[in-house]
C-alpha cells in the first residue's frame, strides 16, 4: 500500500498539511467531478459553523477555556511558553485524558481516541473548531487563522493600540472576568476545575449558551429552526439521510425561503448523482467494455421529475461555484436532462471534459488514468448529505443538555 510522509518545522507547516489532508474525502468518495465546492455553499446555509471533521459540541468549549485560563495565569506561568504553545500542550494533554476515560472506544466523538501518551494527531481540535468558534463568536477571532490570531493578540500593532486608546471607557464589556484583561475577546468562561474528570456531555450553561448562540447569529437558518420547532427535530432524528429529511420536512410549515432552500439543496444532489452515475457508466465502458451502469442510469432518466421536488422550477444559475467552469458544466448538465440525453456522445463530452478540468493529467477518462478502476465497483460521490449527520450529533448534544 503506498502512503506519504512529511516533516514539519514548525506549528504552520503541520496546520497546512493538515488542511490538505482535511480536503481529501474517505476512500471511494473522491470528488470527481468538482461538485464539492457548491455542495458546501449550500451546507454552510443550512449548517452554518458545521464541518464534517467535528465530532461532539464540547470542544467549541474546550478551545475557549483553554485560551481562557492562559490569559488568566501570572506572568511567571507563561513565561516562555506562547498561547499557540500553551493551547497545543493542553489540547493533548486533554485529548490523552478523554481516550483514558472513554477507555479508548471509537464512537464517542473523542478526537484522537486511538492515541496513548506521547502519541499525537495532525489536526488537533482548535484547528477542525477554529472557523465554528468564530461562526458562532465564542472568540471573536477577526477571521484570522489560529496562529495568526493568538500572535496578535498577545503581540498588537501599533494600529490596534491607538484603537483601543481611543475606545476608552466606551468599548463594550466583553470581558469574561474583570480581574484580568480579555485578550482573546472569549465569550464564554470556564468554571473552576472545569478540566477535571472531563467528558463530553454539555452542562445545562453550556448547552443553552450555544442554542443561544446559534439562534441569534443563524436565525432563520435551518440549524436554529431545528431547535426551536420541535416536529421538524423529530424528523431530523429519525432520517436516514439528507435527502431523505429534506423531503419529509416540506409537510411542516416553514418558511418559504428554508422551503427554497433544502428544495435547492435536494434538487442539486438529486441532478448531480446522475452526472456521477454517467461518469461511471462511461468508465466502465472505457475499462471493460461493460454496461454494468447503464440501466441504472436510464432508470435515473426516467424518475427524474418525480425524484426532484421541484423540477419545473430548478434555476441551476442561482448556485455558488468558485469556477466558471463548474457552473457552466451544471447549466450543460441540466439542459442535456431536460432533454432526456437524447445524444449519449454529448453526455460522455461534457463528462469526459468536467474531469479534465478538474483532476488535469490525473484525469481516467481523457488520459487513461484507471488502473484503480474495479469492474462492478462505484467511483466518486453519490448523493450529498450537507453535514448532515455531524450537525445531528452536534444539535443533539445541545438538546440533551438543555433537558439535564
Known sequence: MASIGWIDFSTNDRNRVGSVLDLLPPEGMVDELGMGTIRDALANQLFPGISTIQTRAKYFFII??????????????????????????????????????????????????????????????????????????????????????????????????????????????????????????????????????????????????????????????????????????KIFIQAENFMQFAKAALSLPLSDKLKAMLILAHDFSELMYGAHLAYNCQLHHKVFNSDYFDEDFQEWIDSIEDNMLDYSNFNPDILTANRESTKRFVQDWWKQTQNGFQNVKKRDALIEQQEAMVKGGKARLRWKKTDDVKEDKWLGLRHFDYRFFQARTILKDIRTGINK
Open 64 to 233: 475557549p477555556y483553554i485560551l481562557y485560563d492562559y490569559q488568566a495565569s501570572k506572568p511567571a506561568q507563561r513565561r516562555g511558553k506562547t498561547p499557540s504553545k500553551f493551547l497545543e500542550d493542553r489540547e493533548y494533554e486533554i485529548m490523552w485524558a478523554l481516550a483514558e476515560q472513554y477507555e479508548y472506544q471509537e464512537g464517542n466523538g473523542v478526537i484522537g481516541i486511538s492515541k496513548h501518551k506521547p502519541n499525537k494527531i495532525v489536526r488537533r481540535p482548535s484547528a477542525i473548531y477554529w472557523n465554528g468558534l468564530y461562526t458562532y463568536q465564542f472568540i471573536n477571532t477577526n477571521g484570522l487563522a489560529a496562529d495568526s490570531f493568538l500572535r496578535q493578540s498577545v503581540n498588537p500593532s501599533m494600529e490596534t493600540l491607538l484603537s483601543s486608546v481611543q475606545q476608552g471607557d466606551d468599548r463594550t464589556g466583553d470581558d469574561a472576568d474583570a480581574e484580568h484583561e480579555n485578550v482573546f475577546k472569549i465569550r464564554v468562561s470556564p468554571k473552576l476545575s472545569w478540566s477535571e474528570n472531563l467528558t463530553l456531555d454539555l452542562d445545562k450553561d453550556e448547552a443553552e449558551f450555544f442554542q443561544d448562540r446559534i439562534l441569534s447569529i443563524a436565525k432563520s437558518k435551518l440549524i436554529a429552526e431545528l431547535l426551536q420547532q420541535d416536529k421538524l427535530w
